[in-house]
C-alpha cells in the first residue's frame, strides 16, 4: 500500500507519511493543494488556527473559498488588541466563515496560576502556555491536523518549514501543515489588495505581527516582523510552535514551578 493510500484511514501520521504529503503536493499552489485536502480528506479532520493578525486574512480567504465551515480556532486569552477582536469579527463576516470556535483559558488555571494577569510581565512562557497552549491542546483532541499561516520570511526561525510536518506536542502524530510558508510579503499584499481584503487596522501603526497587547511593539522598518513580539525577552513563539518544528519556545503542557 502506497504511503498516500494509508493516509486515507489513518487517523494520524508520521514522519513518512509528512514526506509522502510534501511530495505530492510540491508543484501544487496552495488553493489546489488545500481543496484537495478537504475533498480527498488526505489530512483527516482538519482545523485551522487562526490569530486574526496582521496577514491571516491570506490563509483565511483560501480556506473560506474551499470550505466556510471548516473549523477556524481562535484562542483569545484575554490580553488581546481590541482591534484584533474587531478585525477578527469584520472578517468572518466579511469572508462567511461559519466554523469559528473561540477558545479560553481554562478559569481555574487563571485564579490559581496568573489572579493578578501580569504573569505576562515577568514569566511570558507561562502567560502562554495559560492563556495559549493548554486551550489549543484541549481543543485540538478531535483533529488530525491543523492549518497555520506560518511563513518563511517573518523570522530566521521559520526558514526553513516544510508544507506539513508532524505536530511535537502531539505524540500521536497530529499533521502540522503551512500552506503559505513559500509565500513572501508582496505575494500577500497583491493577494489582499486583488481580492479586497480589509487589512488589520494596527499594520499601518506600524505592527507587522500581532499578538497579546502587553508582549507586541511596533518595528521599525527593514526590521524582522516577529521583532516587536516579547522584545527584552529571550522567546519568539508561544508555544504552540516548538523545538523541532521552528525552534520556538516550550511545548507546553509541563507544570509550573
Known sequence: MRAIDRLETSPRFSEGDAIALNRRFRADDSADMLR??????????????????????????LVAEVDPSLPVLFLDTGKHFAET??????????LGLTGLRVLTPDPADIAARDESGLRWSYDPDGCCELRKVRPLARALTGFDATLTGRKAFQSGTRANLPRFEIDTTDAAGRLKINPLIDWDADRIAAYMAEHEMPAHPLVAKGFPSIGCSPCTSAVAPGEDPRSGRWQGWDKVECGIHTDGEDGGASSGLEPFL
Open 36 to 61: 484537495a485536502l478537504v475533498d480527498e480528506g488526505a489530512a483527516g479532520r482538519i482545523a485551522l488556527v487562526s490569530s486574526f493578525g496582521a496577514e491571516s486574512a491570506v490563509l483565511l480567504h
Open 85 to 94: 477582536l474587531a478585525y477578527r469579527d469584520t472578517l468572518v463576516d466579511h
